[in-house]
T-cell receptor
Framework: TQLLEQSPQFLSIQEGENLTVYCNSS?????LQWYRQEPGEGPVLLVT?????EVKKLKRLTFQFGDARKDSSLHITAAQPGDTGLYLCAGITQGGSEKLVFGKGTKLTVNP | EAQVTQNPRYLITVTGKKLTVTCSQNMNHEYMSWYRQDPGLGLRQIYYSMNVEVTDKGDVPEGYKVSRKEKRNFPLILESPSPNQTSLYFC?????????????FGPGTRLTVL
């Protein structure tokens, strides 16, 4: 059973369009991270959200953590070709044995 | 420059021939881990280490071994590789396993087992 479901799995859009990527779970996480991975490289952390309802902005990227800390979204405004990559969400489980679990990722292609 | 290095970056081998993928970090991180990334399956953790001489199984440990004799190094060993271990492997490190510490990933090792 996949703990973190990401959608969509693939997304191809034109430069200038807006998009939202979702990361959902039935489990509660103590915090959630978003990474971006470019071809031939390892994932790189974009943001960490910790508080339920928290919203963080990174230039044209807006990240939100759900009130119940079970889900998160990434919204990109006016996408650019440089935004192309694989976006991964990763949640840190609660409880005595904390664990970082990754979603399967959303592959975004922004066409010029 | 703070980084995680992996070697080799690419490796083609044959079934049963023992191999080691090295991983080293220069950030004095306590926590290190190995992942494999496969299409449709995402990143899955193989093994992790909380500190020197402390290692534990992740989600997919079968067929792999690790060691942590020094804080900076965390090699991944495949004693008898099989074709189903063909994958893209990433080493990662962080200050600790807990809470919201950032995972720093290496550049990846693409392994093909024939």
């Amino acid at each position: 059973t996949q703990l973190l479901e990401q959608s969509p799995q693939f997304l191809s859009i034109q430069e200038g369009e807006n998009l939202t990527v979702y990361c959902n779970s039935s489990s509660v996480f103590s915090s959630l991270q978003w990474y971006r991975q470019e071809p031939g490289e390892g994932p790189v952390l974009l943001v960490t959200v910790v508080t339920g309802g928290e919203v963080k902005k990174l230039k044209r990227l807006t990240f939100q953590f759900g009130d119940a800390r079970k889900d998160s979204s990434l919204h990109i405004t006016a996408a650019q070709p440089g935004d192309t990559g694989l976006y991964l969400c990763a949640g840190i489980t609660q409880g005595g044995s904390e664990k970082l679990v990754f979603g399967k990722g959303t592959k975004l292609t922004v066409n010029p | 420059e703070a980084q995680v290095t992996q070697n080799p970056r690419y490796l083609i081998t044959v079934t049963g021939k023992k191999l080691t993928v090295t991983c080293s970090q220069n950030m004095n991180h306590e926590y290190m881990s190995w992942y494999r990334q496969d299409p449709g399956l995402g990143l899955r953790q193989i093994y992790y280490s909380m500190n020197v001489e402390v290692t534990d199984k992740g989600d997919v440990p079968e067929g792999y071994k690790v060691s942590r004799k020094e804080k900076r190094n965390f090699p991944l060993i495949l004693e008898s590789p099989s074709p189903n271990q063909t994958s893209l492997y990433f080493c990662a490190s962080s200050l600790s396993r807990t809470r919201s510490h950032e995972q720093f990933f290496g550049p990846g090792t693409r392994l093909t087992v024939l």
